[in-house]
């Protein structure tokens, strides 16, 4: 992946988001706080206007600066989370223009990790982990299969909406949704709907 795609990838990230923003503000509304869609669609956003006055010489500070942006411009859970992902996404990248395939399972694994340190969510939990970690599971199976990106990004993209559509019968155990107990089954999580946009933003670039 080169920077262009990286860019490429935030900015058709930001289109998905605004296009979905009240499926996922009604999403939320029904378990949690109702700003999701809003929230996300401020952030993203940012991030394309951050993005558009910038000059990269690496992937990894492309990464970074959108996590940077989405920390300080969302608010809530979802800022904070997605802003560490991308942050810890970029850092575990090597420097330079252009990243090879195992540098970028690298990077998808240490930005689930940052979630589930955040956040302090688990596998099953129905939050965005639901979402991410099949996803990112999925990414790195296909690349040691030895598929281009193109095929192992539609490989992600089908696992985290696998994983976001699974939510729907999860009891939430994190965030305010939990607060609803038994009443959260059979809502699908809206963090675990925007992770997969994310990654059904990343195949439709690659292909």
Do not use: C
């Not at 809003?38 to 010489?57: E, K």
């Not at 999925?138 to 490989?155: H, I, K, Q």
């Not at 997969?196 to 195949?203: G, P, Q, R, S, Y």
Request: net charge negative.
């Amino acid at each position: 992946m080169r920077t262009d795609l990286a860019i490429a990838w935030l900015r058709a990230t930001a289109v998905s988001v605004t296009e979905q923003s009240d499926r996922l503000t009604r999403l939320d509304a029904a378990i949690g706080d109702g700003d999701h869609g809003v929230n996300l669609n401020r952030g993203f956003t940012a991030v394309v206007a951050a993005l558009a006055g910038g000059t990269f010489d690496s992937v990894a500070a492309v990464f970074v600066k959108a996590g940077t942006t989405l920390i300080s411009k969302v608010g809530g859970a979802s800022g904070p989370l997605y802003g560490s992902a991308y942050r810890a996404l970029g850092k575990a990248l090597p420097e330079g223009p252009e990243i090879t395939l195992p540098d970028l399972v690298a990077g998808l694994h240490a930005a689930l990790e940052a979630i589930r340190k955040l956040g302090g969510a688990e596998p099953g939990d129905a939050t965005m982990v639901d979402a991410w970690k099949p996803a990112a599971e999925a990414f790195e199976s296909a690349v040691a299969a030895g598929n281009a990106l193109p095929a192992a990004a539609a490989e992600a993209a089908r696992a985290a909406d696998a994983g976001a559509r699974a939510t729907i019968e999860l009891r939430a155990r994190k965030g305010r949704a939990s607060y609803l107990g038994e009443r959260s089954v059979g809502h699908q999580d809206p963090g675990a709907t925007s992770t997969a946009l994310i990654f059904e933003a990343l195949a439709s670039v690659t292909t």
